[in-house]
Nanobody, 119 residues
């Protein structure tokens, strides 16, 4: 049974930082796609960042240079370090995973989300 549990969401002032965590169970992060998405009510869910099996990291243009995706494969935890937060970063953030070696447009496994509010 695969579970992805996000944490670390909070309310923060613009310019601040947060680190999101995603604890993964029932699924090996090694050799898999791991990703962070976000969604604002009334809008499509959008990819924030992902990392595939060869370590390639992709970022949405809106977060490149401010956000960093990383993994602790020994602990099976995915992170998203978010710096220089902007009002437009306010969203529900979701962790996602797929056993494919590349990151598909709609990963198979999803967490429940953690809310980030920037004011």
């Amino acid at each position: 049974h695969v579970q992805l549990v996000e944490s670390g969401g909070d309310s923060v002032q613009a310019g601040g930082s947060l680190r999101l965590s995603c604890e993964v169970s029932g699924f090996l992060m090694r050799g898999a796609c791991m990703a962070w998405y976000r969604q604002v009510p009334g809008k499509e869910r959008e990819l924030v960042a992902d990392t595939d099996t060869d370590g390639t990291r992709n970022y949405d243009d809106s977060v490149r240079g401010r956000f960093t995706i990383s993994e602790d494969k020994n602990k099976n935890i995915l992170y998203l370090q978010m710096n220089s937060l902007k009002l437009e970063d306010t969203a529900m953030y979701y962790c996602a995973a797929d056993a494919l070696w590349y990151c598909p447009s709609n990963p198979k496994y999803w967490g429940q989300g953690t809310q980030v509010t920037v004011s």
